[in-house]
């Protein structure tokens, strides 16, 4: 059951003003239990931190010994150096042996992001220098996609191929490289091995975790370093990812998954637990809010969340139990302008408008990932078919960053072609700005040319 709160908790003042004091709270749980760890695979305790740094240093100086070391550390697989990338032809093999559903279904999802992503790109303008100003639009040459496998490759997110890099290709991007961590045999789900063949991925390494983010950053002879990493994965990920910054553009800092849902007494009650079922089997840490909008809604979504609950899967319902355990949350709100400030601060990653009138209600609702609209627009859609992309900020952060697109992976150049007659329309107040400035030489710079005619 979701836990039922109020805006006068502490648990609701921390669910919408301490997204960051959550993520540090993660941070310690992590390295409580990657301490002891360290201590048994590297011979003495270190943060996670500390590793990560150590990692990066090492794979800069050594390269693939380097990757292949931690790579065995970590995860206990041997993996000889020349077996880091994934052959071209079992690309090929893996779509060939494909199942006709699954084959469908990939070529169908690429097909809709495709047509979703070229509406985001943006428009040059100026380029053949026929005015004053103008920008060109130019796509990033080398791009990383870590794609998810869950532990010991368990649980490959496929999916997310199409979603991280499908985007890039669409902006132009020529050498589209994925990083994916292996099974416990060393070997890779052919499933996400078909999607990068349908996707047109370019180069594909079995590698994951740090020593995967560390390859992409730094480069080494097998993996050369790209200009941009891209992708969800683990807290130590998200970490590597940070410390990565710098040598490399990163899309985001993403966190454990998270679906708010605002419903009204309009919303079917089935349909609203389904969705926050859907991220909570995620993650244990997936959180998973619903905004109650007027009487009878509450107690009904929690009654079906209950019947839906029990009849998942094993596996699936421990992680989806223990997720709304910890971050399932409950609000009855006044109304839906209520609801809309709550989701404006909390600003989820995905948002679900369940309500009577959404069109009065949408131009309210100002930070979110991703808005999913109506009863046939439920997030799973979102993480496969529908066309944005599923990799999107979480913890607060669709504040101030936007899920990957296709605009994620170009580079804007601006150009200034003055003539003669726009300089000395703008000559005098720069000299004037520069040497308010004190920049004596840039005033010069511009004054020269009013005295050369």
């Known amino acids: 059951m979701l836990t039922e709160i109020t805006p006068s908790d502490a648990a609701f003042r921390e669910l919408v003003g301490a997204t960051h004091q959550r993520f540090q709270r993660l941070v310690a749980e992590a390295e409580a239990k990657a301490r002891p760890f360290y201590a ?61 559903a699954l084959r469908g279904a990939i070529t169908f999802a690429i097909r809709q992001v495709e047509t979703y992503q070229r509406r985001l790109l943006p428009r040059s303008f100026g380029t053949n220098l026929d005015e004053p100003l103008g920008v060109r639009w130019t796509p990033l040459q080398r791009v990383g996609g870590y794609i998810p496998g869950g532990p010991k490759g368990t649980l490959p997110l496929f999916s997310t191929v199409i979603m991280n890099l499908v985007p890039a290709r669409v902006a132009g991007v020529e050498q589209l490289v994925l990083v994916t961590p292996p099974r416990s045999d060393g070997s890779v789900a052919p499933e996400l091995l078909a999607a990068a063949h349908a996707v047109g991925v370019t180069e594909a390494y079995r590698v994951g975790g740090i020593p995967a983010i560390a390859a992409l950053a730094c480069g080494t002879t097998s993996l050369p370093k790209v200009d941009k990493i891209v992708g969800p994965g683990n807290l130590y990920v998200t970490l590597a990812k940070r410390h990565a910054y710098g040598r490399v553009d990163i899309d985001m800092l993403a966190g454990p998954s998270e679906v708010l849902v605002i419903a009204d007494d309009s919303a079917n009650p089935a349909f609203v637990a389904a969705d926050l079922l859907s991220q909570a089997e995620h993650d244990v840490l997936a959180m998973s809010v619903c905004l109650a909008v007027g009487p009878g809604i509450a107690s009904a979504v929690q009654r079906a969340l209950s019947d839906q609950l029990d009849s998942l899967p094993d596996e699936r319902q421990a992680v989806a139990r223990e997720s709304i355990a910890r971050f399932g949350r409950l609000v009855r709100c006044q109304d839906v302008d209520e609801a809309a400030q709550i989701a404006n601060r909390i600003a989820p990653e995905h948002l679900e408008v369940m309500v009577r009138n959404p069109r009065a209600l949408l131009p309210k609702l100002r930070n979110a990932g991703a808005i999913f609209v109506g009863d046939w627009s439920p997030e799973p859609i979102g993480d496969y078919v529908a066309g944005p992309s599923h990799t999107l900020p979480t913890g607060g952060t669709a504040r101030m960053w936007s899920g990957i697109g296709a605009d994620t ?45």
Do not use: Q
């Not at 800069?60 to 020349?82: E, M, N």
């Not at 005098?428 to 005295?451: C, F, P, T, Y």
């Open 40 to 100: 048994r695979v590297l011979g003495r305790e270190a943060s996670i931190s500390e590793v990560i740094g150590e990692v990066f240093d090492a794979v800069a100086r050594d390269g693939d010994a380097a990757v292949v070391d931690y790579t065995r550390k970590f995860d206990g697989i041997s993996l000889p150096v020349d077996s880091l990338r994934i052959p071209d032809d079992d690309l090929v093999d893996a779509w060939n042996h494909c199942g006709r």
């Open 409 to 453: 992976f170009l580079r804007r150049t601006s150009i200034i072609n003055f003539a003669e007659t726009d300089f000395r329309h703008c000559a005098d107040a720069g000299i004037a700005m520069a040497r308010g400035e004190g920049m004596e030489a840039h005033a010069r710079a511009i004054e020269i040319r009013l005295k050369s005619s």
